[in-house]
Structure formats: C-alpha cells, structure tokens
C-alpha cells in the first residue's frame, strides 16, 4: 500500500529517478522543468528541505512498498493559513484514482498538521485530469490563473475550505 511520507533527505535519488522516468508525461500537461533542474537536482533538494525546516512549505511523496516514489505532492507559500497546493503522479498510476485519493489525505494533514484552512491550486486549461481531481477533492474554481502562475499557460485557481469535506 502506498504511503505519504514527508519529504526527507533519503529520498532524493528516488524523487530524481520519479521525475526523470516521467518527465516527457509531465511536458505533456505541464511546463517542463528543464535540463537545469535535473543537472541541479541535489542542490534543488536541499533547498526544498531547507525551506520545509523553515516551514515556508511542506513537501510530501507518495512512496510505493519498494521504495519508488509515485507521486509529489506539496504545500507551498504556507501564510496565514492558507497555501497552495502542487501535485503530480507517475504515468503508470494516473488515471486509477491516485492522485485524488492522495489530494484528500493531504488536505487532512494539511489541516491537522500545518493548521492550514484554505487551500489553493491552479492547473492549465489543458490539463483536463488535473481539474476533475481537484473538484473530486472538493476544491471548488474561484477565478482565471495566468501565465505567471502556470510557466506560461492560462488556467484556473482553485480553492477548497478544509472544514469542508467532499
């Protein structure tokens, strides 16, 4: 059974393994990364660790029982309550319920944990599957996301009220 682990040190080489399995899946929906990203990888890590510590973000991974990472899933720009949310799973898993069952995890943590009350997410016009997990996860579309918020796409942002549950 996969399991939602905070991010940690240890899970770097799986983490870059993760993203360099699926990165042209991820180009298709997603801005890529670029070459920059995998080639700094460690030291991207650390200051993703380094910012978790602070406690400006909080970073989880979805870990399968042999230790692969299936997913990423992050609680960014922690203020006031609030953050935004980021997400992404490995093509081999998408589309069988993954993400949305794990989305709903992380908005319990995500209120229990970090004392967080509103979550946000923007996802791209394009990115049709990444809409129907956020509304199935109870987020409800509260206005237009542009390129700035999307490396260059137009989209939508979407909230839920973790005293809501779907």
């Avoid at 996969?2 to 899970?11: D, N, S, V």
């Avoid at 650390?46 to 406690?55: D, P």
């Avoid at 997410?121 to 918020?149: I, W, Y």
Wanted: charged share 25%; with cysteine; aromatic share 8%.
């Amino acid at each position: 059974m996969p399991e939602l682990k905070r991010l940690h040190a240890g899970h770097a080489s799986a983490v870059l393994a993760f993203e360099l399995a699926n990165r042209a899946y991820f180009a298709a929906s997603i801005s890529d990364r670029g070459d920059e990203f995998y080639d700094q990888f460690t030291d991207r890590h650390s200051a993703l660790l380094a910012e978790q510590e602070a406690g400006i973000c909080a970073f989880y991974v979805l870990v399968a029982e042999d230790g692969s990472v299936l997913g990423r899933f992050n609680l960014y720009d922690l203020e006031d309550g609030t953050a935004n949310l980021g997400y992404r799973v490995a093509q081999h898993v998408a589309g069988r319920g993954v993400a949305t069952e794990t989305v709903r995890e992380l908005c319990r943590l995500a209120a229990a944990r970090h004392g967080l009350r509103t979550l946000r997410a923007a996802t791209s016009r394009e990115n049709v599957a990444s809409q129907k997990v956020l509304v199935k996860a109870g987020f409800v579309p509260v206005g237009p996301a542009g390129p700035a918020d999307l490396g260059g796409k137009r989209g939508t942002w979407y909230q839920r009220d973790l005293g809501v549950q779907p």
